[in-house]
């Protein structure tokens, strides 16, 4: 199994303003690398944001802005599968493309969430949250940083992948 997990930090309420961006590569259901990168969104920090994730403007002061990173971005995920947990970085991705007049990420969608939903009954119709599902499996790591994040819907995904039936994640878009 091979596909590539993705989790974004934003720093306000408005999707595309992404500060933060954590990728892990899958190959051979084995993780063989990560990547990640502060995020200058060129716009206000919202307080509400930097509680939840604990970055500030002053640390992205000297970081890429999202066109910047935009290539290097590109040549890791077109192509591939990308496993995201609901559809909060799916979404935020496709915004910041747009907000900067770059071309969507030629990619596959998978929501981790949704092959929770499928894989474990008991969070069929709630509690599939990233941390709660986590919780479960006894994986523990520091939420919402974008890189722990990815590394935690890529263990979601490859347990839930193991479990079930036709060991088939389904694409989302």
């Avoid at 974004?8 to 990728?23: F, R, V």
């Avoid at 992205?60 to 971005?73: G, I, Q």
């Avoid at 935020?92 to 900067?100: P, R, S, T, V």
């Avoid at 990619?107 to 949704?114: G, H």
Wanted: proline share 3%; net charge negative.
């Amino acid at each position: 199994m091979n596909f590539i997990a993705l989790d974004l930090e934003t720093a306000n309420p408005c999707q595309s303003s992404i500060c933060q961006i954590g990728i892990v590569f899958v190959v051979n259901a084995v993780v063989s690398d990560t990547w990640e990168s502060l995020v200058d969104p060129e716009e206000d920090f919202n307080y509400n944001n930097i509680a939840v994730h604990g970055i500030k403007p002053e640390d992205v002061k000297f970081a890429h802005t999202f066109p910047n990173l935009y290539e290097s971005l590109a040549m890791k995920l077109n192509g591939n599968t990308v496993v995201h947990h609901t559809s909060f970085d799916r979404i935020a991705l496709n915004k910041a493309c747009d907000k900067h007049d770059l071309p969507r990420f030629d990619v596959e969608w998978v929501d981790s969430a949704k092959i929770v939903r499928k894989a474990l009954p008991q969070f069929s119709k709630s509690g599939y949250g990233l941390k709660n599902v986590a919780n479960y499996f006894g994986y523990t790591f520091k939420h919402h940083d974008a890189l722990n994040d990815a590394l935690a819907c890529a263990f979601i995904t490859l347990r839930c992948n193991e479990v079930m039936v036709d060991d088939k994640m389904e694409s989302v878009e």
